[in-house]
């Protein structure tokens, strides 16, 4: 299974993981899921710690670094591929960030780990959280 992690999940599971409902971190910890972290969060870390919406105990890098180490986070780049999707996906949620990253669910085929609800409103889209995990 592939996973894209939304950027809070993404940051929870490495800093918190205590957060994250049981069967997400079973879901991240499985060998058989491919876990991703898209650049649209990177994008979304830097902005929101430079308007103060952000405090990390380590720096942002070191965490990705360290996620990709150990855990074997796989990075994900934006593509044209995926900008031309979100250009078929409605405005359900205003969240520019959220909106890619559900764009590049769709294209890469993978589900996209989250709880933000305003995403789960999206009939069609590959949305992965707690109640979606089979126990």
């Excluded at 979304?44 to 996620?67: A, F, H, N, T």
């Excluded at 769709?106 to 999206?122: C, F, N, P, Q």
């Amino acid at each position: 299974m592939r996973a894209l992690l939304d950027t809070h999940v993404f940051l929870w599971w490495a800093t918190d993981p205590d957060r994250l409902p049981g069967t997400v971190v079973d879901l991240c910890r499985s060998v058989q899921t491919e876990l991703y972290l898209s650049a649209a969060s990177s994008w979304e870390v830097q902005i929101k710690q430079r308007i103060g919406k952000l405090r990390l105990s380590d720096p942002w890098r070191e965490i990705v670094e360290r996620e990709v180490t150990q855990n074997g986070v796989n990075l994900l780049p934006i593509t044209f591929a995926h900008t031309y999707r979100l250009g078929k996906i409605p405005p359900l949620h205003r969240d520019p960030f959220d909106r890619l990253l559900l764009a590049q669910s769709i294209v890469e085929e993978a589900s996209l780990v989250t709880g933000d609800t305003k995403l789960h409103r999206y009939p069609d889209a590959p949305i992965i959280w707690e109640q979606d995990l089979p126990l």
